[in-house]
């Protein structure tokens, strides 16, 4: 999603699944198989079973910040599958830990800023109100439009126009954009993600 002047993050958490302490792993929308860089830098097509168990990374996290796991997700990052950790560690600090899906090794460790997140929250709070569509009826629309799972949505100030911004997997397997205004509720536009518009040319 691009050109955006603020954008405020409302994630939208397909599947869930409770752990210890009452907080929720998410799993990716789409794990089954993702482009991985080879050695030799051409492209190899990675399934479920090349890359280690959730289990297996979640404990590689833990041992780098004992704690709690608050959330786990699978991603895409530039060809390479990697797990995102956010844990809350004894002492009540949030970390984010990344950890590589084929190789396991740790990636980043970091101290997450919890004055940011705070900040995010109360802008995010101010601009709903600013609104006359909600998240849910925007959600409503944007899944009329493109039948599937929301994988992301944003709430963004474009030149002052506020829009809802959706990446949605359609059922087919697609990534679609998806944008609503978020006064009137009109369509502003559908459309294939760029990745999935070159592998069809």
Known sequence: ?????????????????????GYKIVNAANQESAPAITEEGEQAEITQQDIIKEDEATKIALEQVP?????????????????????????????DVKIDALTTTVLKVEADDIDDDADDEKEEAALAKQVK??????TK??????????????LDDEDHLFVFEFEI?????????????????????????????????
């Open 1 to 21: 999603m691009k050109n955006r002047m603020k954008k405020y993050l409302i994630p939208i958490l397909a599947t869930t699944v409770v752990i210890g302490g």
């Open 133 to 138: 569509v909600t998240k849910e009826e925007a």
């Open 141 to 154: 629309i944007a899944l009329e439009e493109v039948p599937g799972t929301v994988k992301e949505m944003e």
């Open 67 to 95: 704690g709690t796991v608050k959330k786990v997700e699978l991603d895409d990052e530039n060809g390479s599958l990697v797990y995102e950790f956010e844990i809350i560690s004894g002492d009540g600090q949030e970390f």
């Open 169 to 201: 997997l359609s059922k087919d397997g697609k990534e679609y954009d998806v944008k609503i205004d978020a006064q009137t509720g009109k369509v502003m536009k559908v459309e294939l993600d760029d990745e999935d518009q070159e592998d069809e040319d």
